[in-house]
């Protein structure tokens, strides 16, 4: 047997496997940097129960520090707390090497019943749900949207609070609670969507943001939330919540050439949404 044979047939067996692991449902692994970096990518392909594509960040809290951006209030004291900005803007000026959109909100002023709000750079909006960046907050607590936050001495906490925690420093929220202490919360449901979603391991050292793509017909058609709440329990959840979704769903992460990128694939078809916040780590 030549060396080139056997070239040639290890590049064959290599494909096969990484096509075998992918229509098994297998996960292709893409480190950050080097283990010491504090952040590993991870896509995951599913063929079953439908077409997924699942994009992961795992993040060691003990040596990324967090990141909120979150742009100026257009108008002081007035309804709007925000305007929207795009993904990689927000990356940009945060410094943010990995993330994902976190808050939902509501356009300022709502638009008339039965019309599509437009999604536009600069549009002013109120963010539902509890933001603090370094301290300061840019939206309150509200009942329902349930919270994350950091301690000033960097413990992470994860739960649904009516009032705002005196010794948190960062903080953003989501619709609701998809696990607690390893319990799966939502129950069964056939609306699937693109989801945003965030977890903490059982020790709250690691924090795992994951982006799963929908609407999007023999690519990602998207999860319930009770599927999600099984994919965070998966990847080694304890607690999480269910971040905004839909059009919003982005992630992104600064390549191994420096360049920021949105790594999943967005559901509207003008590209990824104009969002109020990003959160990740610098």
Same mark, same amino acid.
Request: net charge neutral.
């Given at each position: 047997?030549?060396?080139?044979?056997?070239?040639?047939?290890?590049?064959?067996?290599?494909?096969?496997?990484?096509?075998?692991?992918?229509?098994?449902?297998?996960?292709?692994?893409?480190?950050?940097?080097?283990?010491?970096?504090?952040?590993?990518?991870?896509?995951?392909?599913?063929?079953?129960?439908?077409?997924?594509?699942?994009?992961?960040?795992?993040?060691?809290?003990?040596?990324?520090?967090?990141?909120?951006? +979150? =742009?100026? $209030?257009?108008?002081?004291? @007035?309804?709007? !707390?925000?305007?929207?900005?795009?993904? #990689?803007?927000?990356?940009?000026?945060?410094?943010?090497?990995?993330?994902?959109?976190?808050?939902?909100?509501?356009?300022?002023?709502?638009?008339?019943?039965?019309?599509?709000?437009?999604?536009?750079?600069?549009?002013?909006?109120?963010?539902?749900?509890?933001?603090?960046?370094?301290?300061?907050?840019?939206?309150?607590?509200?009942?329902?949207?349930?919270?994350?936050?950091?301690?000033?001495?960097?413990?992470?906490?994860?739960?649904?609070?009516?009032?705002?925690?005196?010794?948190?420093?960062?903080?953003?929220?989501?619709?609701?609670?998809?696990?607690?202490?390893?319990?799966?919360?939502?129950?069964?449901?056939?609306?699937?969507?693109?989801?945003?979603?965030?977890?903490?391991?059982?020790?709250?050292?690691?924090?795992?943001? +994951? =982006?799963? $793509?929908?609407?999007?017909? @023999?690519?990602? !058609?998207?999860?319930?939330?009770?599927? #999600?709440?099984?994919?965070?329990?998966?990847?080694?959840?304890?607690?999480?919540?269910?971040?905004?979704?839909?059009?919003?769903?982005?992630?992104?992460?600064?390549?191994?050439?420096?360049?920021?990128?949105?790594?999943?694939?967005?559901?509207?078809?003008?590209?990824?949404?104009?969002?109020?916040?990003?959160?990740?780590?610098?």
């Amino acid at each position: 047997m030549t060396n080139e044979w056997y070239r040639n047939s290890r590049c064959c067996w290599v494909l096969l496997m990484v096509l075998v692991t992918l229509f098994a449902g297998g996960c292709v692994t893409v480190p950050m940097g080097s283990s010491r970096s504090g952040i590993e990518y991870s896509h995951l392909v599913r063929s079953e129960p439908r077409p997924l594509q699942i994009h992961i960040l795992r993040i060691d809290l003990q040596k990324r520090k967090l990141a909120i951006d +979150v =742009a100026p $209030d257009p108008d002081g004291a @007035g309804e709007a !707390e925000t305007v929207l900005v795009l993904p #990689l803007d927000h990356a940009r000026r945060a410094k943010i090497v990995a993330g994902v959109n976190a808050n939902a909100w509501s356009m300022v002023p709502r638009p008339p019943k039965g019309e599509h709000p437009h999604y536009v750079v600069d549009a002013a909006c109120d963010i539902a749900g509890w933001v603090l960046v370094d301290g300061v907050e840019r939206s309150p607590v509200q009942p329902g949207y349930w919270s994350f936050w950091l301690d000033r001495d960097g413990t992470p906490s994860l739960g649904n609070i009516v009032a705002p925690v005196s010794s948190a420093r960062w903080a953003v929220a989501g619709f609701g609670g998809l696990l607690t202490d390893g319990k799966i919360l939502p129950g069964q449901s056939e609306q699937r969507h693109p989801r945003t979603a965030l977890g903490l391991d059982r020790e709250g050292r690691f924090l795992v943001l +994951v =982006a799963v $793509d929908g609407r999007q017909p @023999g690519y990602s !058609e998207g999860m319930s939330t009770r599927e #999600l709440a099984e994919l965070m329990l998966e990847l080694g959840c304890a607690s999480a919540l269910n971040l905004d979704g839909g059009g919003s769903t982005s992630m992104v992460l600064r390549d191994e050439h420096g360049e920021l990128r949105i790594m999943n694939r967005p559901s509207d078809r003008t590209g990824p949404r104009p969002v109020p916040i990003l959160f990740g780590v610098r």
